[in-house]
C-alpha cells in the first residue's frame, strides 16, 4: 500500500523557517485527488492536526499555526509542501502528512526540532 514520505525537517531557532515535503513512495497515487492534512505529534502528546487543503478549495490550519504555516501543493511534482515561518519552541514535534480523513498508513514523519 501507498504511504506519503515526507522530508525537510530539521533544526530551527525560534523565529526560523522551514519547509516540509510530502510526496507518495510509489507511482499511482495523485495528491492532487485527495483532501491532504499535515499532522504533528510533540515529544509525550499525542498525534495532532496541523492543516488540511481540500482538493481544489479552501485550506485550515488549527489555531497555534494560523498566519505562520502556509499549505501549498506542485502538482507537476505530485508534491505538497508545508512552508512554516516564526517557528516557536511549542512547534518541535515529528510532521506526518497524510489523507484526510486519514486512510493511509503513517510514515515515518519528519522530525522539527525549534532550539535555541
Known amino acids: 500500500q501507498v504511504q506519503l514520505v515526507e522530508s525537510g525537517g530539521g533544526l530551527a531557532q525560534p523565529g526560523g523557517s522551514l519547509r516540509l515535503s510530502c510526496t507518495p513512495s510509489g507511482s499511482g497515487f495523485t495528491l492532487d485527488y485527495y483532501t491532504i492534512g499535515w499532522f504533528r505529534q510533540a515529544p509525550g502528546k499525542e498525534r495532532a492536526w496541523v492543516a488540511s487543503d481540500i482538493r481544489g478549495g479552501n485550506t485550515f490550519y488549527s489555531d497555534s499555526v494560523k498566519g505562520r504555516f502556509t499549505f501549498s501543493r506542485d502538482n507537476a511534482k505530485n508534491t505538497v509542501y508545508l512552508q512554516m515561518y516564526n517557528l516557536r519552541l511549542e512547534d518541535t514535534a515529528v510532521y506526518y502528512c497524510?489523507?484526510?480523513?486519514?486512510?493511509?498508513?503513517w510514515g515515518q514523519g519528519t522530525q522539527v526540532t525549534v532550539s535555541s
Open positions: 497524510n489523507t484526510a480523513p486519514v486512510t493511509l498508513p
